[in-house]
């Protein structure tokens, strides 16, 4: 498992497991791996995605199969609701809804607003 750059650039991969299973024919074997956010936090960034790589060896044949898996992270979403009517010329209320969906706390974000007639945005730290 590694972190994929938004230019496509992989870093190292900061987390492998080797498992080695018996396969009856016709069957299918399952191996789950589970990454928690603390572990590939200090790995990506705002842009980056995951990258896992598979590979298995048949030894009776010697035949080896890959895959490959991007897993893009999600960036939570903000929901936006006026509360009142907007009126050309008038201040309108807007309410703005961010979840932090990360298991610690966020601080020092600023969220800032642009739009139409919005001559000077203006920053509101949070």
């Keep these: 498992l590694s972190a994929v750059r938004y230019t496509g650039v992989s870093g ?24 928690a956010y603390a572990e590939y ?7 980056d995605a995951l990258k896992l790589t598979v590979a298995g060896a048949v030894e009776e044949t010697g035949q080896v199969v890959a895959k490959e898996l991007r897993v893009r992270l999600h960036t939570p979403e903000l929901t936006l609701t006026l509360l009142a009517p907007a009126v050309v010329g008038q201040e309108t209320p807007v ?3 961010f979840q932090n969906p990360l298991p610690e706390t966020l601080s ?11 001559s000077c945005p203006k920053p509101f730290p949070m």
């Design 108 to 118: 020092g974000a600023t969220l800032r607003m642009e739009g139409a007639g919005i």
């Design 41 to 47: 936090s200090p790995h990506v960034g705002d842009q």
């Design 12 to 35: 190292a991969p900061f987390r492998q497991e080797q498992h080695r299973r018996a396969v009856p024919p016709g069957q299918e074997e399952t191996v789950t791996m589970t990454v």
């Design 95 to 97: 309410q703005v809804v």
